[in-house]
């Protein structure tokens, strides 16, 4: 919804920030947790034999780095799609998102300029992390290569904002509107006034 057409005396503003080390401390364990909770799942199907064997190959690094242009190929996948569900409930559709690489998480990232609805926004998120890290880890358990599985930690640790996000809006009454400035470090939120 475009700003001009969002009746502030309806809406109550409210700045959400996070300070940049704890959302990154935070972002940390999210991936702890999701890396330990990768490796459990891997090894309920496979043996431990086999993450030995990937560590030592002599062809880790050249394997790694072409794993790695696939994950980012699939976070590039995620952003379009995230961007598309945004740009969906967006006033002027597509130019109403930015594209950036967030400096304190070092990550790229898709938001909108203008207001959109907490609900849209969490579909948003859902659909990026779905794309973004939970298909590469599913393509990766099922190919069965630890290799695989260690290219999915990337597309965890580049979520791993959004994930964090996520969290704090599912507090958020879906019909409020928020606008992201800078991923979880700041955001704000319109929340209609309650009669």
């Not at 919804?1 to 409210?14: F, P, R």
């Amino acid at each position: 919804m475009l700003i001009e057409n969002l009746d502030l005396n309806k809406y109550k503003l409210t700045e959400v920030s996070v300070e940049p080390k704890r959302a990154v401390m935070l972002s940390y364990l999210i991936v702890f947790i999701g890396i330990v909770l990768y490796t459990a799942v891997y090894l309920l199907r496979y043996d431990y034999a086999n993450i030995f064997f990937t560590m030592f190959k002599p062809t880790f690094l050249l394997e790694f780095f072409i794993l790695m242009l696939f994950a980012f190929l699939f976070m590039a996948a995620g952003l379009i799609v995230k961007g598309a569900v945004l740009a969906s409930s967006c006033g002027n559709k597509w130019q109403s998102l930015k594209f950036k690489i967030v400096r304190r998480l070092e990550k790229p990232y898709c938001s909108a300029v203008e207001p959109v609805s907490v609900s849209n926004y969490i579909k948003s998120i859902l659909a990026y992390i779905l794309i973004a890290s939970i298909v590469p880890y599913i393509i990766a358990f099922f190919v069965g290569d630890f290799m695989f599985i260690i290219a999915s930690y990337i597309t965890l640790i580049l979520v791993s904002g959004d994930i964090l996000l996520l969290f704090k809006l599912l507090k958020t009454d879906g019909s409020d509107y928020i606008l992201d400035i800078d991923c979880v470090i700041y955001y704000k939120i319109y929340s209609a006034h309650k009669h």
